[in-house]
């Protein structure tokens, strides 16, 4: 896609509702002198403290290929100042089949604390929803604050994470051996190839998106805390051919009260191949002085607890929902994935708002393809039919969370017997969805 959704106009309707109330949203110039202003309005948004000029200077480049929108309340004191603000631009998300389909990423919603509750966020998130499928987005995607807040625009968490810590004096390593090759490289190594490695490793796993060059940096500590790029160390796997096929970031963090013992906090492990997982896992649970490796934003199904002597070394700390997803298009978003099982699936969709209701019919054929066409005739014989939600779509949509699951949950009616379990063997994903990024 072009940069046509930076400029494209303001949604009418939520435009208007806002107006009702004396407040105008609007685009926001990210190269000119407001982005600095809307950027504190967001920041204080998420009870952040102020950017300083060079933070501020290199958030510029990561909202260049972002559309920013803002709110303003032109009575206030302060009326230069958003009270509102949103950043959303077009990705590419991983679906199962090891391919992509284009969704629309949503960050940065803020509403000013003397503005809650009057919604802003509501008018704020319908207009992301609309401009999206304007543009012909099939999905709508965010990471989340809270997980009570998005149901109600037809979100679901569609790909979990879990936090680890593996014990090391306890997990000794009995995966199979790497014969390639673990070494340090510098930031500037890490920086200059390791997007390229991302970009590869991103389609083995459904849920992670394409990164730009900012969140990469920011993977890298370069705009983080104060100082934390200096704590990171970067250990790179190249395979015995000698390509990179792994990075792991991780810095040290002693243990207090006990000399020269450490926790090894690993901040980033991206791996294309199983050997490269193979290859760092063992580096990181072997390094001297170090008594556990703690994790976060793994996925909740690691094969690591496979490779060491002790199941209960590894244990996951949280597990909780991340990617959040939104479908806009049905028919779009579905073939855009492969499935695990061919057949006709049958999904009655309602949305209360009205973006992606409807029926429609897929055909899955024998290579894992789908074609899904809108549909309103009575139930094919040989089609497993569900009716739903956009939620419970949304949540199935990348093959984590089994319709079964959710029918046993009420949240999913079946329409023919026994349809839940024949779809979940074409939509249920081998590999677990993950998302390795905040966005
Ligand atoms: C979350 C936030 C954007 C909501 O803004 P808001 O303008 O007050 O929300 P609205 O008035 O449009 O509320 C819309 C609906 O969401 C609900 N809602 C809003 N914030 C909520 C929250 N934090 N938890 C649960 N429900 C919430 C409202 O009750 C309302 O429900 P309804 O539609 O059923 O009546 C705002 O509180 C905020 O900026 N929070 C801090 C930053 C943050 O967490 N942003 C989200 C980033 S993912």
Redo the contacts with the bound molecule.
Sequence with gaps: MNNEHQRFPIDPESAERLATQGLRMRLVDTASSEFPVWLQAETR??HGPRPSEESVGQQVRGFADRRTTGVFDESGADAASPI?SASSWPTELTVPGQTSVTAWAISA?????T?????????M?EAELRTAQALGVPVAM?????A???S?YGFAPAAMVADWTIDTRRAKWTGPAAFGRVQFVTLEQALADGLELVGRARLNTPGEIEFSGYLWERKLGIHGDAGLDKQLRFVRYDDVAGVAQGLAIYRMIESPGVVFTHTLELQYLVTATDDAYAGLWRYLLEVDLVSAVSAELLSVDEAIVWQISDYRAARKTFERDHLWTRILDVGAALEARRYGAPGRILLDVSDPLGLAAGRVLMTIAADGSASATSFDGAIPDDAAALSLSVNELSAMYLGGVSALTLTRAGRIVELSPGAAVAVDASFRSAIAPRLSIWF
């Design positions: 948004g998420f509102s919603v803020t509403v000013a604390p503005h809650r509750r009057r919604g802003i966020a509501r008018a998130l965010l990471t989340v604050s809270e009570t807040i998005y109600r």
